[in-house]
């Protein structure tokens, strides 16, 4: 049975302090045993302060971005093995806000990938169409270019390190949800894609979860849809309340 997830991502938000505050919130507000498993992605410079507070916690946390090289002149990069030197082995990678404000492609990405795989890491990679794309009628097309660029070149073993998170960009802070059945309708149509360029096993295993605008008052339904397998969290992630209350929806 494929896992459930529901991760945070926190973006940049959240200091040192404030940091430990959402953190000890959640763990009184969490679930004893969660139905889901549970991440929290902070910034690189709480994460190891994160790992240490949820280690006797079900709460695991994740990286928002890694670099590619192993390690060398890149000022201001984080490798891999850093990640792990502080107990992190989850990254979020291909992030939209990556791709457009950084101009990550879907070649790095795979290089990510890679390397995050190398170092025996889980991935939570994201992916998902703009607004212009659905408008047009190419998200499926689109999606399926994303996924096939960066991780059909796997091997099989390699799927069961990968988390996919859909994550339409019209979504993404704006307030504006994909409806249940639009992610359904995306979710299975990913599954049925990995299926055709690997095999149903595979296919059937992977976690999928769903991104954008995901609040207390639409998670239970979106996450009550067959192939959605959980949520990635931006805005509500930062209020525990809210987190807590979509984590404890399944
Ligand atoms: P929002 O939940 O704020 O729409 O963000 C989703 C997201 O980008 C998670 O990675």
């Not at 969660?34 to 916690?57: C, G, H, R």
């Not at 408008?135 to 399926?144: Q, T």
């Not at 070149?153 to 409806?179: C, F, Q, R």
Request: net charge negative; aromatic share 8%.
């Amino acid at each position: 049975m494929r896992a459930k997830i529901v991760a945070g991502n926190w973006k940049m938000n959240k200091n040192l302090a404030e940091t430990g505050v959402l953190l000890s919130e959640l763990k009184t507000k969490l679930k004893e045993a969660p139905d889901a498993k549970i991440i929290v992605a902070p910034t690189f410079t709480n994460l190891y302060y994160a790992f240490e507070e949820l280690k006797e916690f079900d709460i695991e946390v994740a990286a928002q971005n890694m670099h590619q090289s192993e390690n060398g002149a890149f000022t201001g990069e984080i490798s891999a093995d850093m990640l792990k030197s502080t107990g992190v082995d989850t990254v979020i990678l291909g992030h939209s806000e990556r791709r457009a404000y950084f101009g990550e492609t879907d070649a790095l990405l795979e290089e990510k990938v890679n390397t995050a795989l190398r170092h025996d890491m889980t991935v939570i990679f994201c992916f998902g169409e703009e607004l212009e794309d659905r408008k047009a009628g190419n998200h499926f097309d689109l999606v399926e270019s994303q996924l096939k660029n960066a991780l059909f070149k796997l091997d099989a073993d390699s799927w069961k390190n990968i988390i996919l998170a859909y994550e339409p960009v019209w979504a993404i802070g704006t307030g504006e949800t994909a409806s249940p059945e639009q992610a359904q309708e995306m979710h299975a149509f990913i599954r049925k894609t990995i299926a055709n360029a690997f095999n149903a096993e595979i296919a059937e295993e992977v976690s999928i979860l769903y991104g954008g605008s995901v609040k207390p008052a639409n998670a239970k339904e979106i996450f009550a849809k067959p192939d959605v397998d959980g949520g990635l969290i931006g805005g509500a992630a930062l209020d525990p309340q809210s987190f807590a209350a979509i984590a404890n929806s399944f």
